[in-house]
Structure formats: C-alpha cells, structure tokens
T-cell receptor
Framework: DAKTTQPPSMDCAEGRAANLPCNHSTISGNEYVYWYRQIHSQGPQYIIHGLKNNETNEMASLIITEDRKSSTLILPHATLRDTAVYYC????????????????FGQGTILTVHP | DAGITQSPRHKVTETGTPVTLRCHQT?????MYWYRQDPGHGLRLIHY???????DKGEVSDGYSVSRSKTEDFLLTLESATSSQTSVYFC????????????FGPGTRLTVL
C-alpha cells in the first residue's frame, strides 16, 4: 500500500470547517483513499473513502486531487466531539478470496477542536 | 455502528497464563481481523479470517493463535501470555468485494503482569 503523509496536529475552532490534508504521491490506480478516526480509547471509526471522485456523506466530505496524489478530509462544522486522531490510508479494495486489502495505520493527525 | 462486540473489555493476567479474547459480530460479514495497538506503532494486524475455519497470519502473529468455528465469532488466544503482549486489542470485520470497508469493535485492554 502507498505511504501517506499527514501533519502531526491541527487545531480548529468549534463550528468552523476542519480541513485535514493527506499526501499520497505514490498511490496506484487500484488504491482507494480511506479516512478513519480514533477518539481516545475507542476503536477506529470509519469516516469515508473514495477512488478519484469527490465523496460526501453525513460525516464528512473527501476531496481528491485530479492527479490523486493528495486529498483533503473536510468536517464542515467541527464540534468538540470531533477531537480525535484522524488517519488517512490508501489501500487496495476488493482483492477477495484469501486476500484482503491491507489496512495500514500511520501516525495520523491529532485534531483538536476548541471552543 | 456495526454490530461488533468484544469480550472481555478489560483483563489483567499473569505471565505464562493462557488468555482468550472473543470477537462477536451480528453483521454476517465474511472477513474478521485482530489488531493490536501500542504507542508508537499504530495498529498492527495479528491474524485475520476469510471464512469459517479459514485464517491466516498478519504481520505480528508470533505468540498468538486464532480460531473461527462460526461466522459470528473470532477468537484470539495467547497460549502463554508475556508482558510484551500487554496492549489494546481491536477486532474488525468487513464484507468482501468493493464494499470491504473494515469496521472496528470497541477494543479489549489486556495487561500482562
């Protein structure tokens, strides 16, 4: 799986948009971009994923650049409960059979939302 | 949230004793995974299963064994626990094909004294 680079920490004011960047310059054509977050002491929580088109769900939006070498996770109206470590992961999807799309967690970005 | 439970949620044991952690899912997903999380290492895959009685090793499988006799249950066993196995253990599940997003359980905090 491609290596990702994220800033170690970011701050955001409550109610503002949080924009978390991720670089994945060696991504392959069959690798998706996934975002998870982990709130202290809890299991990682799936947020969103995409291949090359921008994606939006009830939690966040994912913007992937045209060359797919970077992406941005957007939390439109951050709340204190969004304080967490955010992980950007690239992985192959749908290997099937005895294989699996390996999920490699890096160090992530610690997002702190303050009042 | 995906229907995944882990038991026990917390356990303290002594070096050399056997320990079994249980992961139970209600989603009927094919794939199940065991990860451990330690400071400075992120999450690392221990073992995974791609069906009943079908399992394979992950990147840190030494000292661990697994079993899956039913779709819904995936057991992780430490045959003889060591202090280096003190960690937080997470179970995850996924379907297959293009929808194989992994969903994680709440975790088990294991302390080996």
């Amino acid at each position: 799986d491609a290596k990702t680079t994220q800033p170690p920490s970011m701050d955001c004011a409550e109610g503002r948009a949080a924009n978390l960047p991720c670089n994945h310059s060696t991504i392959s054509g069959n690798e998706y971009v996934y975002w998870y977050r982990q709130i202290h002491s809890q299991g990682p929580q799936y947020i969103i994923h995409g291949l090359k088109n921008n994606e939006t769900n009830e939690m966040a939006s994912l913007i992937i650049t045209e060359d797919r070498k970077s992406s941005t996770l957007i939390l439109p109206h951050a709340t204190l409960r969004d304080t967490a470590v955010y992980y950007c992961i690239v992985r192959v999807v749908g290997a099937g059979g005895t294989s699996y799309g390996k999920l490699t967690f890096g160090q992530g970005t610690i997002l702190t939302v303050h009042p | 949230d995906a229907g995944i439970t882990q038991s026990p949620r917390h356990k303290v044991t002594e070096t050399g004793t056997p320990v079994t952690l249980r992961c139970h899912q209600t989603e009927n997903h094919r794939y199940m995974y065991w990860y451990r999380q330690d400071p400075g290492h992120g999450l690392r895959l221990i073992h995974y299963s791609y069906g009943v009685k079908d399992t394979d090793k992950g990147e840190v499988s030494d000292g661990y064994s697994v079993s899956r006799s039913k779709t819904e249950d995936f057991l992780l066993t430490l045959e003889s626990a060591t202090s280096s196995q003190t960690s937080v253990y997470f179970c995850a599940i996924s379907g297959s094909g293009d929808t194989d997003t992994q969903y994680f359980g709440p975790g088990t905090r294991l302390t080996v004294l």
